[in-house]
């Protein structure tokens, strides 16, 4: 075979392999424009906005007394000689809390009953015998230890919401998984200087062997709702550009990106004043990653052990 023929053949083999493969594109090209292009589905979890009061709350704590009590002290100076009472004994009026001696070096006098004022308790622990008094010096307070307050010091800058008839939970050290409702019986008129609180009273609205004159509480003062609102996680709302944003899951397992206008927020959950409304299903966890018509799959369900 001449070299020029051979020549000839290798070229027109090249030329139907290059024109086999550019038919073998085209065909294919055709194929895949009348075929959808897949999309990414992301995993999110969601939650149905629902209206919700938000309650604000200040905390903060406080002093356990007793409501009506008195300090008692002695009719006259001299040094405690006996008492007849220790801390939590109940007295009557007139009954003998302790006796002081007046009595200089050299000179004898009559001792001196120091005698319970009111009906009641020793909430204080009386002066020890030996102990020298004047006529200022307390000795012991009584109470009445079935009616029990509670004492407590706010910061100035939450006076504004500060009233009478506000609610609070108390909690305890002994019984830290008790909770102990109260209430607000008088806020002071005045500021402490110093400080920079004003003190307020509140008094258990139930009375409890477990409370003790003198424990120490904490106190969850509620002081503000925030109603009529939708609520969400604040975690749930997503910032672009500075604007906050939720996304709404569609029937379509797809989301619509909303802007929003935010209310108050109260232990990680925020109000939703605009764009939302209350039944549809929001993007809660996995809306940092979404943009607008994404196709997401909602876990929530899995979650609560639906099927």
Do not use: C, W
């Not at 500060?162 to 108390?170: D, S, V």
Request: no cysteine; glycine share 8%.
């Amino acid at each position: 075979m001449k070299k020029s023929t051979v020549i000839v053949i290798v070229v027109l083999a090249a030329a139907l392999g290059v024109g086999g493969y550019a038919f073998y594109s085209m065909r294919h090209t055709a194929a895949m424009r009348g075929r959808a292009p897949s999309q990414t589905v992301l995993t999110v979890r969601t939650q149905v906005a629902e209206v919700v009061t938000l309650h604000d709350y200040i905390n903060t704590n406080g002093d356990i007394e007793a409501v009506n009590s008195v300090t008692v002290y002695p009719d006259i100076g001299g040094k405690i000689v006996s008492t007849n009472v220790t801390l939590g004994s109940p007295v009557r009026r007139g009954d003998v809390i302790a006796r002081v001696d007046p009595s200089e070096p050299g000179s004898s006098y009559t001792l001196s009953p120091v005698l319970a004022p009111i009906n009641g308790s020793i909430i204080k622990t009386p002066l020890k015998v030996g102990t020298k008094v004047t006529t200022s010096s307390a000795v012991t307070t009584i109470g009445d230890i079935a009616s029990l307050q509670i004492t407590a010091k706010i910061p100035e800058r939450y006076v504004a919401s500060l009233r009478t008839g506000l609610k609070a939970e108390i909690s305890l050290e002994a019984y830290p998984d008790a909770v102990f409702a109260a209430t607000v019986t008088h806020v002071s008129p005045v500021l402490d200087v110093n400080a920079r609180t004003k003190e307020i009273v509140l008094t258990f609205d139930e009375n409890d062997m477990r409370i003790n004159a003198g424990m120490f509480g904490k106190v969850k003062l509620y002081t503000l709702d925030y109603e009529g609102a939708v609520a969400l996680p604040s975690d749930a709302v997503v910032t672009k550009g500075d604007k906050p944003y939720l996304y709404v899951v569609k029937n379509d397992d797809t989301v619509e990106q909303r802007e929003i206008t935010l209310g108050q927020s109260v232990d990680g959950i925020v109000q939703v004043l605009s764009g939302i409304e209350e039944g549809e299903r929001v993007v809660v966890e996995g809306g940092q990653v979404l943009s607008n018509g994404a196709k997401v799959r909602d876990i929530s369900s899995t979650d609560r052990g639906e099927k």
